[in-house]
């Protein structure tokens, strides 16, 4: 199994690596490109869609992961077909809903955040990306079907069009709004191609077609369990969403426009061990699952020894950041460089993340999604009060002292968890 693992990490990790690689480099471009205040603009108007979106993710790959994997090991095509028309109505019921409640909360957003009114029009003519986002059925498809691959090849897709065009608009010395299309284009074009390799692969295993047969009631009837599962996923994501994404908010309404500038871009370099944890946790979860309901002596071996490596690999790149991180943030302009101590915080914070993110997976396929929800609900509580608290007080480091904290008590917790569960 880790053997398995490790493969299917190396092949996601190549490709969200490059992704990576792109989407810093086009940051970089367009803050190189804008002043402090627009580029925080553009990137808190991003983050108001990101946060409205993700108040309504359910996050339904989790559940095909949890669900679907039973069902394609027994070769239950009948069920997994239910199954996924189910996943599918939620994901398209949960971006419409999220679409009209960006549109409609623009004004709101606008007030809090100091916008004028065209970015009030530019962020409810924005909220129409979020439609391309109804994917979570057919990212689930890939998992279960173990295409990494694919997975790989997509994460690069949007990060590559957007480099692209923020280049473009980099050389012609294009004004705010360009660089606004240009993000929302390839962010939209990046989900719409997971639409089609996870639809386009579920033809390659059935013959029969995923909408024959459909009845209203299967949704209506599907276990409690299903539903169970389906809430705790919901708001573990609203959890992971405050310090991903509705800290750039806070940032920007505490410390202003340009701060929430320079704290995105703190964190954009921080994705190089926050993606892999993220990525870590969603690649092994399916081989835990296979593995604890096979009753596999190996589990508890590869998700401590996964732990390990994971932080150890973090803790490399933290030390590497104490030199290179205000060079490299110099490059991107001199007003960026007070972001650096931020950023080697942030990395510390994301090396924690990266150690607990098997141990994550492991408590989902153990059936105890809800013992880690009120894990992290302890830990993003702690997270935001340490954020409101110290960043009035010692601006940009407040945060990264926060992630910190949060991060290392939710890794403390979740490894006290297994041992009990063990």
């Known amino acids: 199994m880790l053997r ?14 490059i992704a990576a690689a792109f989407s810093v480099t086009a940051a970089g471009l367009m803050a190189n490109a804008l002043s402090a205040t627009e580029f925080g603009l553009v990137i808190l108007l991003h983050t108001y869609i990101m946060v409205v979106r993700g108040a309504l993710n359910f996050r339904t790959f989790e559940t095909i992961v949890r669900f679907g994997i039973p069902l394609v090991d027994a070769g239950d095509d009948v069920g997994l077909r239910a199954l996924l028309r189910s996943t599918m109505i939620i994901d398209m019921a949960a971006a419409s809903l999220a679409t009209i409640a960006g549109i409609a909360a623009a004004p709101l957003a606008g007030h809090l ?45 949007g990060p590559a069009l957007r480099l ?43 013959d029969a077609r995923l909408w024959s047969g459909f009845r209203w009631r299967e949704i209506r009837q599907r276990q409690r369990e299903f539903w169970k599962f389906i809430g705790v996923v919901y708001w573990q994501t609203n959890i992971d969403l405050l310090p991903k994404h509705v800290s750039t908010l806070l940032a920007g309404a505490l410390l202003g426009p340009a701060a929430a500038g320079l704290f995105r871009l703190a964190r954009e370099f921080s994705t190089v061990l926050a993606g892999p944890a993220a990525l870590l946790r969603e690649v092994i979860f399916p081989d835990l699952t296979r593995s604890f309901h096979a009753r596999d002596e190996g589990f508890h071996a590869a998700l401590w020894k996964t732990a390990f490596f994971a932080g150890s690999a973090g803790l490399v790149f933290v030390v590497l950041s ?15 460089v007070a972001a650096a101590p931020l950023l080697v915080l942030m990395l510390l914070a994301a090396t924690f993340e990266l150690a607990g993110a098997s ?27 340490m954020f409101l608290v110290l960043t009035p007080i010692t601006g940009l480091i407040g945060p990264g002292l926060a992630a910190i904290t949060s991060s290392l008590l939710v890794l403390t917790l979740t490894s006290l968890l297994i041992r009990r569960l063990a």
């Open 4 to 17: 398995r693992v490790l493969k299917n990490f190396a092949v996601v990790l190549r490709g969200r690596g």
């Open 322 to 336: 104490l030199f290179i991180s205000r060079p490299i943030l110099a490059v991107v302009g001199e007003e960026y």
């Open 164 to 206: 692209l065009s923020v280049s473009i608009a980099w050389a012609l010395d294009a004004p705010m709004p360009v660089f606004i299309i240009a993000w929302g284009a390839a962010f939209a074009v990046g989900h719409v191609y997971m639409m089609v390799r996870g639809i386009n692969e579920l033809k390659a295993h059935m």
């Open 359 to 385: 141990l994550r997976a492991a408590v989902y396929a153990m059936g105890k999604a809800a013992s880690i929800l009120r894990i992290h609900f302890i830990g993003i509580i702690t997270y935001v009060v």
């Open 113 to 157: 955040l100091q916008w004028d009114s065209d970015m009030v029009a530019w962020a409810a003519i924005y909220s129409l990306i979020i439609l391309s986002t109804a994917n979570g059925t057919p990212n689930g498809i890939l998992r279960i079907y173990d295409r990494f691959d694919a997975l790989g090849i997509q994460s690069t897709v």
